[in-house]
């Protein structure tokens, strides 16, 4: 059985930033791109970054602008989020999922998906 499980975060004032983790188990990770979307109240779940299955090319939404670094360890089973300078439009709910063979930016050709964890940027 296939499982993301997201970590790291939070409520974090504004210029602020976290690091957000995705633990992935039940596949061959190093087999799978990953990437990371969003998705705020009321609004679609957008892409924010991937990467490729040996973490030598990333993606990034225009957005990060530069914020935002993803990585992954494939001895660990985990990619991970970098945020930076954070604003109160990057509140959302950051999910994290796995592509087999490759990475996209389009959240329909993810196979799977973790449940999410919530980044709340105050004022």
């Known amino acids: 059985q296939v499982q993301l499980v997201e970590s790291g975060g939070g409520v974090v004032q504004a210029g602020g930033s976290l690091r957000l983790s995705c633990a992935a188990s039940?596949?061959?990770?190093?087999?799978?791109?990953m990437g990371w979307f969003r998705q705020a109240p009321g609004k679609e779940r957008e892409f924010v970054a991937a990467i490729s299955l040996s973490g030598g090319i990333t993606y990034y939404a225009d957005f990060v602008k530069a914020r935002f670094t993803i990585s992954r360890d494939n001895a660990k089973n985990t990619v991970y989020l970098q945020m930076n300078s954070l604003t109160p439009d990057d509140t959302a709910v950051y999910f994290c999922?796995?592509?087999?063979?490759?990475?996209?930016?389009?959240?329909?050709?993810?196979?799977?998906w973790g449940q999410g964890t919530q980044v709340t940027v105050s004022l």
């Open positions: 999922a796995a592509r087999r063979s490759g990475t996209s930016r389009s959240r329909y050709e993810y196979e799977y």
């Open positions: 039940g596949l061959t990770f190093s087999s799978y791109g």
